[in-house]
């Protein structure tokens, strides 16, 4: 009986320690996390679209066609997946922005929005 | 191990806490941090825990229906809107579940703490995953000392003292509460090691070590349950605390897991401390055969199996990202049909997962990618086959797919020529030539190309038309041109005959591939192991695969590691299938049952019939011989420790001179020896000496140096590695030769004309020579004994015949003392045995008497020549009578012949029915 007291007790006060720490850790660790998470979030698209490699190859032939109508079809060409790729990266981009500013914003949003319902 | 232990506690145990340690009584160093165990896992801690538990779930039950509730009052929100159109069902379910009318600004009420109840949740679980990981440091302070007692632990601060029990895995918990039942149950003060192995046994992942280890859980439960029994009850019984070495053994598993670099202290850790620690579980397992290292290895085992599906998922999720069929992710390459119609491409069939992956060759690997990277335009590996040149290849198109290349392999394919391809259906002089130049001309224009060449010796000499370049060379012109990369294989016999000097040569740099060593080969059979286990459906034990490393590097010296291992598994996973049907377990026995056939040498453990013969080997030599016990007994004694493992490996069994006069049984002993120890006369390799006498005849025996085949006795002895070596009259040899098998008798090896080394450490080798026979005659009749005889051959009478070295090298110099009447009279009925046998086989008894032997025995005796003049006699005087009697048919069937006084051979005939 008495440890079944002894541990609601502990829990209890476990549970209100990590209540007041809360809005410390969320700022402080969890943002340096989700900050990193944006960044390797970023990179990795950076990667997989090949985005770097599409620039530096944007003058040379694809499929060896050198001949000049084939390096002019192959200019535009290659214009046109960047600008593709581009803007898919740009997309990815912007969504995981919007989910680090979310994480920033959305625990301040509740907060006052509840303050301001009931008062 | 470095632990400091509380002075005050060392002594005795207090029933009181102690003062100067808290009742922690030890602390273990682990750089530069400190560790203790405090927690005890009693009926208290458990009921804790598992109310924690409860209500942490409960909490978190509570969270995630607040959590929908919200979800709930959104979805009301926004339907409430008037631009929403939705269908009447959902409305009208929404207002069923939220009877209640609530308003609209309630529920944004509802809505927004459900967020920040959903914020909070997540913070919950990410915090406590980094939790878990606060227990394990993740660098070490390495310059800070070591305290170097109590005392000066107090000065480190709480951030560094660590409590390993906080870092057990949920298994090791559950082993520790176990123990701590056991130990209450038993009515024993304090948890030993002991207690804790119990509780182990229970855990699945122990349990999967234990038939691993091809170990039977009921034994060994059997045995941990007799040795609790031996520990002392106390009374009056009080709680129960942690012996100090149940302590030290779970802090050592905490410095285990941690040096394994696991983020959480689980059962195979404490498995491994506890047989690190002397006491009866290290006993126990060594009695089984188990040493600290087997476990280790077995652990890694199963770690290397997680470790491999991690490996597969990370690289079917990365492979997607390569590019299928030719083109790479620039868009420069081009279309190579030419070499799509030749070869292969392997990076295309590594993104699909046909190729199989490539253990730990990283060594090979980077010296690849630095000559590549240096400039070089080809590398060739060079190594025997089967030692895993193909596989490094493969393992390449695997790192290609994922891109964890240098630049220079980077989104680039990996295509392996087919030389077979190129040069079929070639039917036009100069066809092969030209196809090779236009796939060489289609890779270097494409540039995303690595080209594959496996045994690139093949190509040397290949030429369709007269007097020009062979493909080799055209390969080579164009490669100087550092147009592309190019990868090759070859053995090393070929790469020094037909590359190295030549063209290709001067293109390629060579890259070795050496067997990989012990640890590696049992490694790369784990791996293996897997295909073959879900293939045939038999589990291999640990032993096995050691067994199936050792056996083949001794005894498979013509196949080379990994391969001839994994060859062995295979096989023997087959045969132990059809032997003891599916979900065996493949024991190292197996393994040595097979090697054993394939190699025709004992390797199997001593079965009982085994035993009992070599223990009566004398017994049994001695019905096929008569006399000669120093002898006899000397080559039982020296198989006996050959069979036993007491002798040394690296020679061969035993080396055996026997020396005396002519027809005593020299040879006579050899084949028996071969009869009874072998079970067949044929093991025998007999050369005969004298047929040796010029310096040129060593060609004979070792072969010629550059011919096709080896030699007679290297040949012999390759096929039939386990038999006798019989050297008759090895006095007559050439010098010359003598020094040849120098070698063989201290080395066990001898190198044959082909380059190969053949194995001669299990064959019994006996040499034979009558040199000195009238020195033995001699010194016999004046009645020295034999020791003095022996003695004084060895060092004075055979220095004419053999050099001291020689003479050295033997185990054993046996004089064999020239028979006496006696000894014939046996001989003469041992000999008339085998006439019997031969009679009986048509049906006809023979009965000698013992007159009858005696005088062939006396007629045959001559002590100069000793049992020869026997054979003669009894051939004259009974054989060729026996053989007209049967011509003329004065014997037949069911007679009987009886040999009788005075060489009269008299027939009695059996009834006519």
């Known amino acids: 009986m008495s440890i079944l007291i002894a541990v609601i007790k502990s829990t209890f006060l476990h549970g209100l320690i990590n209540i007041i720490i809360f809005p410390f850790w969320w700022y402080s660790i969890g943002v340096k996390k989700r900050f990193l998470g944006l960044i390797n979030g970023v990179n990795n698209l950076f990667r997989n679209l090949a985005l770097k490699l599409m620039l530096t190859h944007l003058f040379k032939p694809m499929f060896g066609e050198r001949s000049i109508s084939g390096r002019i079809i192959s200019f535009f060409m290659r214009l046109l997946i960047l600008i593709l790729r581009f803007f898919l990266f740009l997309l990815g981009t912007t969504g995981f922005f919007v989910l680090f500013v979310l994480w920033l914003v959305l625990p301040i949003i509740s907060l006052w929005q509840i303050i301001k319902l009931l008062f | ?913």
């Open chain 2, 1 to 913: 191990m470095n632990f400091i232990i509380c002075p005050n506690c060392q002594e005795k145990t207090l029933l009181k806490k102690c003062p100067i340690c808290q009742g922690r009584e030890i602390y273990a160093w682990f750089g530069g941090y400190i560790l203790f165990l405090d927690k005890i896992f009693n009926r208290a801690e458990i009921i804790s825990n598992v109310l924690k538990k409860l209500l942490k779930i409960i909490v978190r039950i509570l969270l995630i229906l607040f959590g929908i509730w919200g979800l709930i009052c959104l979805l009301k929100i926004v339907l409430g809107l008037p631009e929403v159109f939705a269908p009447e069902i959902i409305i009208n379910t929404l207002n069923q579940i939220s009877r209640l009318n609530i308003s609209q600004e309630k529920l944004l009420l509802y809505l927004w703490f459900s967020v920040l109840t959903d914020c909070y949740l997540f913070y919950t679980l990410e915090k406590e995953q980094d939790e878990r990981r606060k227990n394990w440091p993740k660098s070490t302070r390495k310059s800070i000392q070591i305290p170097k007692n109590w005392e000066e632990t107090k000065r480190f601060s709480k951030k560094f003292k660590i409590d390993v029990a906080e870092a057990f895995s949920k298994n090791s918990v559950k082993v520790m509460q176990k123990s701590w039942n056991l130990a209450r149950k038993l009515k024993h003060q304090q948890i030993q090691p002991i207690h804790v192995f119990a509780s182990c046994l229970e855990d699945s992942d122990i349990k999967l070590v234990i038939s691993r280890l091809g170990l039977s859980w009921k034994d060994l439960q059997n045995k941990v349950t007799r040795n609790l029994g031996k520990i002392k009850k106390t009374k009056p019984f009080k709680n129960v605390s942690y012996d100090l070495k149940t302590q030290k053994v779970l802090l050592k598993a905490y410095i285990l897991a941690g040096e394994g670099k696991s983020i959480s202290l689980s059962p195979l850790e404490i498995l491994q401390s506890l047989m690190s620690f002397e006491g009866p579980v290290k006993e126990i397992l060594y009695d089984l055969e188990i040493n600290l290292n087997d476990i280790v290895n077995v652990c890694l085992w199963i770690k290397v199996y997680q470790e491999l599906s991690k490996r597969a998922h990370s690289f079917v999720g990365k492979a997607r990202f390569k590019p299928k069929g030719p083109i790479n992710k620039a868009y420069t390459a081009i279309a190579t049909p030419n070499l799509d119609a030749h070869g292969e491409d392997l990076t295309q069939l590594a993104r699909s997962g046909y190729l199989g992956i490539c253990m730990d060759r990283e060594k090979e690997v980077k010296e690849i990618f630095r000559v590549l990277e240096g400039g070089r335009p080809g590398v060739v590996l060079v190594g025997q086959p089967g030692v895993g040149k193909t596989t490094i290849i493969n393992g390449l198109a695997r790192r290609m797919v994922i891109e964890d290349v240098p630049e220079i392999f980077q989104d680039k394919r990996l295509v392996s020529l087919s030389l077979a391809s190129l040069i079929a259906g070639a039917s036009q002089s100069g066809e092969v030539e030209q196809r090779l130049q236009i796939i060489l001309s289609e890779v270097a224009r494409s540039g995303n190309i690595i080209l594959v060449i496996k045994d690139i010796h093949n190509m040397v000499g290949i030429r369709t038309t007269e007097g020009e370049l062979d493909i080799s060379e055209i390969l080579a012109s164009i490669l100087k041109r550092r147009l592309f990369l190019v990868l090759a294989t070859s053995i090393p016999s070929e790469y020094r005959r037909l590359i190295e000097t030549k063209a290709l040569g001067e293109v390629f740099q060579k890259v070795k591939i050496e067997e990989p060593d012990k640890n590696a080969t049992i490694q790369i059979l784990e791996a293996q192991a897997a295909l073959i286990e879900s293939r045939e459906r038999v589990y291999f034990s640990y032993g096995a695969l050691n067994q199936a490393v050792v056996l083949s590097s001794r005894y498979l010296n013509e196949q080379f590691l990994p391969d001839k291992a994994i060859n062995l598994l295979k096989e023997v996973a087959i045969a132990v299938k059809n032997k003891k049907g599916k979900k065996s377990i493949v024991q190292s026995e197996d393994i040595a049952a097979l090697v054993a056939e394939k190699t025709k040498i004992p390797v199997t453990k001593l079965t009982e019939k085994e035993s009992t013969k070599l223990l009566n080997l004398e017994e049994e030599i001695h019905k096929r011989l008569i006399d000669q016990n120093e002898a006899v007994n000397m080559v039982a004694s020296a198989l006996r420790r050959a069979r036993t493992e007491l002798r040394s490996q690296k020679k061969p069994i035993v080396n055996l001179l026997f020396l005396g006069p002519t027809g005593v049984g020299k040879t006579e002993l050899a084949k028996t020896v071969t009869e009874v120890y072998f079970g067949q006369e044929n093991r025998m390799i007999r050369l005969d000496m004298s047929e040796y006498q010029e310096k040129g005849s060593i060609n004979r025996l070792i072969g010629v140096p550059g011919g096709e085949k080896g030699g007679l006795l290297t040949e012999a002895v390759r096929l039939n590695p386990s038999s006798l070596l019989l050297l008759d009259e090895i006095e007559k040899a050439h010098p010359d030769i003598l020094n040849v098998f120098l070698q063989v008798m201290d080395d066990g090896r001898l190198t044959d004309a082909l380059g190969r080394t053949i194995d001669f450490t299990n064959l019994i080798i006996i040499c034979t020579s009558n040199a000195g026979t009238e020195f033995i005659q001699e010194e016999i009749r004046k009645g020295t004994s034999v020791e003095m005889i022996t003695e004084t051959l060895v060092q004075e009478k055979l220095k004419p015949y053999f050099r001291p070295e020689f003479l050295n090298r033997f185990d054993g110099t046996i004089v064999f003392k020239p028979l006496g009447m006696e000894e014939i009279k046996q001989i003469t009925g041992l000999l008339l045995k085998k006439l019997i046998k031969r009679l009986e086989k048509k049906g006809i008894t023979l009965k000698t008497t013992e007159e009858a032997i005696s005088e062939l025995a006396e007629a045959g005796f001559d002590p100069a020549f000793g049992a020869r003049p026997l054979k003669r006699v009894i051939q004259n005087r009974v054989s060729n009578i026996l053989a007209k009697f049967l011509l003329t048919k004065k014997i037949g069937r069911r007679d009987t012949v009886i040999l009788e006084k005075g060489g009269e051979i008299r027939v009695e005939k059996a009834q006519d029915l």
